[in-house]
């Protein structure tokens, strides 16, 4: 009896909160790539990601000048197999520099890669955000150049 009666108390319990469990699983939408204000929960585009693009081949692009969330860069190489590299800078490299860079993913000829940080959160350059395309035979430390195109979602 003792055993049933505790049964019944925990059922009566769950019961009690099924109302606040129901409501804590309501979804919170977020129109990508706006922000919601915590004040007013209406979307704000004060601060939005801005796509940028090389409209050519390049071998490097300042996707931003500035310290800068970096939330994804492709690129298609267009000729030489390499890596696509991202600099905490706000220039872009001479060929045969010494980089460091803070990303580094391989690309074959002809191929495409992207280096993404979704869902997030972003990766942060205090300096600013150069993408580039480097064919080195040391890998992504010497930015020798190649030519592709690059596209990167930065904010």
Sequence with gaps: ????????AVAAVLAALLPYAAAAQT?????????????????SYAQTVAPIAS???VAAIVLKAAPAAV????????????????VNSATTPGGGA???PLACAAVAAGGTVTI???????AAFNIGVVAGLTT??????????????ISGMVQ
């Design 1 to 8: 009896m003792a055993v049933r009666n505790r049964l019944l």
């Design 27 to 43: 979804p919170v939408v977020a129109e990508y790539p706006s922000l919601v204000s915590p004040t007013s929960g209406a979307p």
């Design 55 to 57: 409209g050519a081949p």
């Design 71 to 86: 939330y994804s860069v492709t690129a298609s190489n267009v000729t030489a197999s390499g890596f696509l590299v991202l």
């Design 98 to 100: 010494s980089i460091t």
């Design 116 to 122: 993404s940080y979704a869902p997030g959160p972003p």
């Design 136 to 149: 080195s035979a040391s890998g992504c430390y010497t930015f020798t150049t190649t030519t592709g195109f």
